[in-house]
């Protein structure tokens, strides 16, 4: 039996893939894809965690492509979505990539529109979720000047 080839880059969800990393840390690559996530897609197409992608069949990798673009079609359950109950349409659903970025925007101008307490906040570019601020958080506040001496005046006089 012939050894099988493998692929050093495979693409899955417009990502590029390294072919020898087990396919568990592999899919850690895509922006959207927890340890978490990246198990329960193992476990439910019943993959090998730790086989390389490279190694991969086109039919697997056909599968994992489609579970990451309709992830509750496939059976994961809604509790590991990053989108439960989405504004506009009220759906559960899993975004990937460059859709998180453009979601995460837009529900920021939202509440800066809306002038909702976060959004104030992210308007003034101070903590949203309650943390005290006398300490921490000093890089946005702008520079601080340290107490400046009198020139040609000694220390003591």
């Known amino acids: 039996m012939a050894e099988k080839e493998m692929r050093h880059l495979v693409r899955i969800a417009n990502t590029d893939l390294d072919g020898t990393k087990p396919i568990y840390s592999a899919l850690t690559q895509i922006k959207g894809v927890s340890w ?29 492509d489609g579970f990451l673009k309709d992830a509750q079609k496939h059976g ?12 506009e349409t009220g759906n559960d659903m899993h975004l990937l ?8 925007d837009n529900d920021l101008k939202r509440m800066k529109m809306i002038k909702s307490y976060k959004g104030v906040r992210h308007i003034q570019g ?32």
């Open 36 to 64: 978490s996530f990246a198990n329960m897609i193992c476990n439910l197409l019943k993959v090998d965690k730790k086989s390389q992608v490279g190694y991969l069949e086109d039919k697997t990798i056909e599968q994992l």
């Open 126 to 157: 101070l903590p949203v979720r309650g943390q005290k601020t006398k300490s921490n958080f000093r890089k946005n506040k702008g520079h601080v000047l340290g107490v400046k001496r009198r020139s040609g005046a000694k220390a003591g006089k």
């Open 97 to 104: 990539s460059a859709d998180i970025d453009f979601v995460v």
């Open 76 to 87: 994961a359950p809604s509790w590991m979505l990053n989108r439960r109950r989405d504004l």
